[in-house]
């Protein structure tokens, strides 16, 4: 199983992106998937996780109101909607899958993709 994660940018303050995990090698339609991520010098935090069915969708605190995580199973991809970006939002995003209890929890999950840079200018 491989996830190609990918959307990554630089942007301005006040901008938006949208950040797509693409699953391949097997159908991860059973799968929670979750983003992460990872500014430097600091652990990897969780961001949102959109559980398999489609719902039991939660947000790390300073993202709420702001992202939008949503999934497509036909298309074996997840999507983190970004908007109203913040500096404090610079980091590498990482997408994680797994069949997850502790969901914030980065150890929860089986397979990860390489990360896409985000980068917010003030």
């Known amino acids: 199983v491989q996830l190609q994660a990918s959307g990554g940018g630089l942007v301005q303050a006040g901008g938006f992106l949208r950040l797509s995990c693409a699953a391949s090698?097997?159908?991860?339609?059973?799968?929670?998937f979750a983003w992460f991520r990872q500014a430097p010098g600091k652990e990897r935090e969780f961001v949102a996780i959109?559980?398999?069915?489609?719902?039991?969708?939660d947000y790390t605190d300073s993202v709420k109101g702001r992202f939008t995580i949503s999934r497509d199973n036909a298309k074996n991809t997840v999507y983190l909607q970004m908007n109203a970006l913040k500096p404090e939002d610079t980091a590498t995003y990482y997408c994680?899958?797994?069949?997850?209890?502790?969901?914030?929890?980065?150890?929860?999950?089986?397979?990860w993709g390489q990360g896409t840079q985000v980068t917010v200018s003030s």
């Open positions: 994680g899958a797994g069949k997850v209890f502790l969901f914030t929890r980065v150890h929860s999950y089986d397979y």
């Open positions: 090698g097997r159908s991860l339609s059973t799968y929670d």
């Open positions: 959109v559980r398999w069915t489609g719902g039991g969708i």
